[in-house]
């Protein structure tokens, strides 16, 4: 079954750092890129950082610029490192699949169920 599956999200506090995975192994789909995007109580889906998928493009939006590290592995695992965590990223992160190079949520086309971030004292 094509899926994407996130895991490492958690309780941290503020200032701390967490490293979410997204397991990209199992996409059929003939991605060009995994995008990491969240979603906060109250807010709209907000795209983070997109990598392609030989890791010769990567983005981050503003929110998380020099915050953020994206990677990826030979295994199909993609990962997204964030540092000095605030409580306003406090979020559900999800990791999506997509055939362009873009932050749009709806040029992505397959996604994961999503994991807890909670930034908090």
């Known amino acids: 079954q094509e899926q994407l599956v996130e895991s490492g999200g958690g309780l941290v506090q503020p200032g701390g750092s967490l490293r979410l995975s997204c397991d990209a192994s199992?996409?059929?789909?003939?991605?060009?890129?995994i995008g990491w995007f969240r979603r906060a109580p109250g807010k709209e889906r907000e795209g983070v950082s997109y990598i392609r998928r030989n890791g010769g493009r990567i983005y981050y939006a503003d929110s998380m610029k020099g915050r953020a590290t994206v990677s990826r592995d030979s295994d199909g695992m993609v990962y997204l490192r964030m540092n000095s965590l605030k409580p306003e990223d406090t979020a559900v992160y999800y990791c999506a699949a997509t055939r362009i190079a873009t932050m749009d949520p709806h040029e992505y086309h397959v996604w994961g169920q999503g994991t807890q971030v909670t930034v908090s004292s």
């Open positions: 199992r996409l059929l789909l003939d991605y060009y890129a």
